[in-house]
């Protein structure tokens, strides 16, 4: 399974890759506001540092503005990958991008329908958006599996990112279903490290380390 980072926080992405744990980083308006910076600069400044594929929102409900973006966005750095949402404008827009060989994450996907529409126009990647879904009283994960028995059903070559992901479960549940990519907030990769047997056992084995440190150096003094 891929990890994807979910933010446009450098010092989120350089932590990550420094763990070798950022197999590519996902981008949307909501992000890039917070970092207060203009979207182009603070994209390049992640390209700088992520090989993987980084997502990048077209802003607009309008299939030919989504294309016209999608081609700019792609002359920003090779590993570009263009964010359409969920429409009928969206998944034109993916078709055509497509066509021209830039690769496309379906965002705003809440159904296994939307899900086997994303594949059949081609989306390189589509994203389900789980928490969200979760928030609803649905149950979010449900379409990360049918949307990847669907594209294993039909040879799809659209990866599953299952997205909006809120905590750790979630990242096992969707890497149970078979995701093939998670874009989690850096909050949630940080938790993944943890489990309170793990702090506790490494503090023994560093107390007992210590110890015998301190028996072999009075050892060393009585000789
Ligand atoms: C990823 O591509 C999505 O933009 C993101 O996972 C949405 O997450 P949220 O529902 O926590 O905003």
Not at 5 to 33: F, H, K, S, Y
Not at 135 to 160: K, L, P, S, W
């Amino acid at each position: 399974m891929k990890f994807f980072l979910d933010t446009a926080n450098l010092e989120e992405i350089r932590q990550a890759v420094a763990w070798g744990l950022c197999d590519g980083v996902t981008t949307n308006p909501t992000l890039v506001v917070k970092e207060g910076r203009e979207h182009k600069a603070q994209i390049l400044e992640i390209a700088k540092m992520v090989t993987g594929p980084i997502s990048v929102e077209t802003i607009t409900n309008d299939a030919d503005e989504m294309v016209r973006q999608g081609v700019a966005y792609a002359t920003w750095a090779p590993n570009v990958v263009i964010k359409v949402p969920m429409t009928p404008h969206g998944l034109q827009a993916c078709r055509r991008l497509r066509e021209r060989g830039i690769p496309v994450n379906v965002t705003l996907t809440f159904s296994a329908n939307q899900a086997l529409l994303a594949g059949k126009a081609g989306a390189t990647f589509v994203s389900p958006f789980v928490g969200r879904l979760d928030d609803i009283g649905h149950d979010g994960m449900q379409v990360v599996r049918d949307a990847v028995q669907i594209v294993r059903n039909y040879g799809f070559e659209t990866q599953v990112l299952a997205s909006s992901l809120r905590h750790p479960l979630h990242v096992t549940t969707a890497a149970l279903a078979g995701a093939h990519v998670a874009t989690m907030p850096f909050k949630v990769l940080e938790q993944l490290f943890k489990h309170t047997l793990t702090d506790v056992g490494q503090e023994r084995f560093l107390a007992d380390a210590a110890k015998l440190q301190a028996e072999l150096e009075k050892h060393k003094a009585r000789v």
